[in-house]
C-alpha cells in the first residue's frame, strides 16, 4: 500500500505571499497524484493531478504542483496567496486502478 | 449538474445507538465510496461500490458497520452500536467508470458523527 507524508500540519503565511505545500510518497513503479483543498464543514474538492506527461501541473485558482519522481515529491505552490485560500489541503496517491490514499492534511491560514 | 448529496449533515447520538448516513451520488455515476476522516486525519476509505456490488470492503468494520446500494444508485452507511470512537466525518464520493484507469472522484459534503 502506498503511504503519503504531508511534512507541514499547519502553514501561516502572509496575503500575497508565496507558499508551498509539501508532500512525498513513497516509491512505486508508476502513481497517479493529487491535490484536493477542503474548506470548512464541505467535501474535498480536486485542486489538480498528474497522470502522466509534463511533471508541472497547474490547476484551478493559480495552483500548481511539480511532479519529481527521483524525489518521490509532489509539492503544491501557489505565487500569491489569498484570504479565500485558508483551508485544508490534502495530497493523495493512487495506484493505476486501486485505491486512492490520503495524506493527513495541511492547514493552510492566510494572515491579512 | 447536482454533486453528490449526503444527508443528514450532523448528528449526535448516544453510545451504543444505531446510525444512518445516506448519500446520493452524482446521476450516472456508477463507482460510490465511503470515507472515513478523523479529525485531523485525511480520508480513509471504508467501502468501494461498482454498481450494487461492493468489490472493496476490506477496511470496513463488519463487526458494527453495514452498507447497501441495493439499486446501484443511492447508499446507505450503518452503524450499530455506535462507540465513542466513531465520532468523525463520514464522506461520500462517487466516480463514473471510463476507459482510463483513472476516474476522478467528486466528494460530497460529509456527515459530522458525535458520539456522546
Known amino acids: 500500500a502506498q503511504s503519503v507524508t504531508q511534512l507541514d500540519s499547519q502553514v501561516p503565511v502572509f496575503e500575497e505571499a508565496p507558499v508551498e505545500l509539501r508532500c512525498n510518497y513513497s516509491?512505486?513503479?508508476?502513481?497517479?497524484l493529487f491535490w484536493y483543498v477542503q474548506y470548512p464543514n464541505q467535501g474535498l474538492q480536486l485542486l489538480l493531478k498528474?497522470?502522466?506527461?509534463?511533471?508541472l501541473v497547474k490547476g484551478i485558482n493559480g495552483f500548481e504542483a511539480e511532479f519529481n519522481k527521483s524525489q518521490t515529491s509532489f509539492h503544491l505552490r501557489k505565487p500569491s496567496v489569498h484570504i479565500s485560500d485558508t483551508a485544508e489541503y490534502f495530497c493523495?496517491?493512487?495506484?493505476?486502478?486501486?485505491?486512492?490514499?490520503f495524506g493527513t492534511g495541511t492547514s493552510l491560514t492566510v494572515i491579512p | 449538474e447536482a454533486g453528490v448529496v449526503q444527508s443528514p449533515r450532523y448528528k449526535i447520538i448516544e453510545k451504543k445507538q444505531p446510525v444512518a448516513f445516506w448519500c446520493n451520488p452524482i446521476?450516472?455515476?456508477?463507482?460510490l465510496y465511503w470515507y472515513l476522516q478523523n479529525l485531523g486525519q485525511g480520508p480513509e476509505l471504508l467501502i468501494r461500490y461498482e454498481n450494487e456490488e461492493a468489490v472493496d470492503d476490506s477496511q470496513l468494520p463488519k463487526d458494527r458497520f453495514s452498507a447497501e446500494r441495493l439499486k446501484g444508485v443511492d447508499s446507505t452507511l450503518k452503524i450499530q452500536p455506535a462507540e465513542l470512537g466513531d465520532s468523525a466525518v463520514y464522506l461520500c464520493?462517487?466516480?463514473?467508470?471510463?476507459?482510463?484507469?483513472?476516474?476522478?472522484?467528486?466528494f460530497g459534503p460529509g456527515t459530522r458523527l458525535t458520539v456522546l
Open positions: 516509491s512505486s513503479v508508476s502513481v497517479y
Open positions: 446521476s450516472g455515476h456508477n463507482t
Open positions: 464520493a462517487s466516480s463514473s467508470r471510463t476507459a482510463s484507469s483513472y476516474n476522478e472522484q467528486f
Open positions: 493523495a496517491v493512487s495506484e493505476p486502478g486501486n485505491q486512492f490514499y
Open positions: 498528474y497522470l502522466s506527461g509534463s511533471t
